[in-house]
């Protein structure tokens, strides 16, 4: 099973900074790495696929970037309703697709 | 709009059944992949299960914390998907999300989810 790790587990930060999420994996996935944010009481929201690949809708101040085992999701200029949490995901294989989650606080 | 709404949930004693449902609009059901997730309160998210589209012959696949407990199944008329559950554990509480699976030549991500609905599994 291909196991996703998240850095860090949480993380405070302001308004306007910039941060980066950090996702490894426990092998080769090549850029099969989607990135999700999930607010209390609100459907999770497909924010960056393939990697690097912005969804529609989402605001370009969200980056991804990494292929292979190592990747990152940038949020550039903080804004108060990104403070959430923060998922990656395998889509490589079925079992295991999560990390455990960045919890991103003021 | 694409949308999915889940509903089903609620208080079940240990060793129960509950059926969960996923309503979905805007898209056609048969094209698609469909997975349920789950987030145990305070946990993170947890892959459930998957249900293949009618060109896939409706396949299913599941987690290894409920194989041989949930099923998944699809009214593709109704444009439902649902979640069999049975014999539960209180570790299987947890808010339950539907969501399409998009499959784009070798990729494919979760969109849209929907709101999820609430199972505790308690006595």
Request: glycine residues 10%.
């Given at each position: ?6 850095s ?34 609100q ?21 991804g970037?990494?292929s ?21 995901q ?17 | ?12 004693q ?36 998957r ?18 407990r ?33 499959r784009n ?10 709101q ?8």
């Open positions: 099973d291909i196991q996703m790790t998240q860090p587990s949480s993380l405070s930060a302001s308004v306007g900074n910039t941060v980066t999420i950090t996702c490894r994996a426990s092998q080769n996935i090549d850029n099969y790495l989607n990135w999700y944010q999930l607010k209390p009481g459907a999770p929201q497909l924010l960056i696929y393939a990697a690097s690949n912005l969804q529609g809708g989402v605001p370009a101040r969200f980056s970037g990494g292979g085992t190592d990747f990152t999701l940038t949020i550039s200029g903080l804004q108060p309703e990104d403070f959430a949490t923060y998922y990656c395998q889509s490589y294989s079925t079992s295991h697709p999560f990390g455990q989650g960045t919890k991103l606080e003021i | 709009e694409v949308q999915l709404v889940e509903s089903g949930g609620g208080l079940v240990p060793g129960g059944s509950l059926r969960l449902s996923c309503a979905a609009s805007g898209f056609t059901l048969s094209d698609h992949y469909m997975d349920w997730v789950r987030q145990a309160p305070g946990k993170g998210l947890e892959w459930v299960g249900t293949r589209n009618k060109a896939n012959g409706y396949t299913t696949e599941y987690a290894a914390s409920v194989e041989g949930f099923t998944i199944s699809r009214d593709d008329s109704k444009n439902s998907l649902f979640l069999q559950m049975n014999s539960l554990r209180t570790e299987d509480t947890a808010v339950y999300y539907c969501t399409r699976v998009v030549i070798l990729w494919n991500w979760f969109d849209p989810w929907g999820g609905t609430l199972v505790t599994v308690s006595s």
